[in-house]
């Protein structure tokens, strides 16, 4: 039984190159972690959560210009979060990078932790 997984292993990693058996590949016991200095995503990405076009705004705040429109369902790189104008009860405001604004986390979901600014 332990060769017939081993050779599993190995065939699974000849086939997905190097560091395809550590970076984050499923064990017999659930995820394995990702090994030591593997790269990691360089920013937090987040996914639009309204219906509509979503404005990026030059400044933390609706009253700020508009500077690029986002699509709905779009995901995007999220640099860091701060508080600004209140929109629908939520207070912040995501950074986004690449793009030089701002958007209402109200409708951006983050799909992982984002550092504040």
């Excluded at 332990?2 to 065939?11: H, S």
């Excluded at 659930?30 to 920013?43: D, L, N």
């Excluded at 076009?53 to 779009?74: A, E, G, M, N």
């Excluded at 958007?103 to 984002?114: D, E, G, I, K, T």
Aim: aromatic share 8%.
């Amino acid at each position: 039984m332990k060769r017939t997984v081993l050779v599993c292993t190995v065939g699974a990693a000849v086939l997905l190159g190097p560091g395809a058996a550590t970076a984050g590949a499923a064990g017999p016991y659930g995820a394995v972690p990702a090994a030591h200095g593997a790269p990691k995503a360089a920013y937090p990405v987040g996914e639009v959560v309204s219906d509509a076009p979503l404005h990026v705004r030059q400044k933390p705040t609706v009253y700020s210009d508009v500077v690029k429109v986002l699509r709905p369902h779009q995901r995007i790189q999220l640099n860091c979060q701060k508080r600004g104008g209140w929109v629908d009860g939520n207070p912040l405001w995501y950074r986004i990078q690449g793009y030089n604004g701002w958007v209402s986390a109200r409708f951006v979901h983050n799909l992982q932790p984002v550092r504040s600014c």
